[in-house]
């Protein structure tokens, strides 16, 4: 089981920008399918950027195609999610999230299909 610890959450005004990482810990993220998942106040936790084993194939929610990236530095075994563009709608608790999936590159960017998630670290978008 991987032990997942995120970072770099906090207050930014809108347009700006913010890196989150999430260090792991106990097993090599190289092997896993990875994700971030963010929830806003009064809403469901979802899926914002989802990305294959080996870094083959990400996915993107629609709402933050063009402004996020999500990646993984194998060396440092940790996953980031760079967040340029930040609009009020971004804010929330963002979790990242890995499921072991060392033979295949198919995930799901839903909950219901990561095993190992973070403590959350917010995000605040205002003017």
């Known amino acids: 089981q991987v032990h997942l610890v995120e970072s770099g959450g906090g207050l930014v005004k809108p347009g700006g920008s913010l890196t989150l990482s999430c260090a792991a810990s106990?097993?090599?993220?190289?092997?896993?399918?990875l994700g971030w998942f963010r929830q806003a106040p009064g809403k469901e936790r979802e899926g914002i950027a989802c990305?294959?084993?080996?870094?083959?194939?990400?996915y993107y929610i629609d709402s933050v195609k063009g402004r996020f990236i999500i990646s993984r530095d194998n060396a440092k075994n940790t996953m980031y999610l760079q967040m340029d563009g930040l609009k009020p709608d971004d804010t929330g608790i963002y979790y990242c999230?890995?499921?072991?999936?060392?033979?295949?590159?198919?995930?799901?960017?839903?909950?219901?299909?990561?095993?190992?998630w973070g403590q959350g670290t917010q995000v605040t978008v205002v003017p």
């Open positions: 106990g097993s090599i993220l190289d092997d896993y399918a």
């Open positions: 990305m294959s084993t080996k870094a083959s194939i990400t």
């Open positions: 999230t890995a499921e072991y999936r060392p033979h295949s590159y198919g995930f799901d960017c839903l909950p219901s299909f990561f095993g190992s």
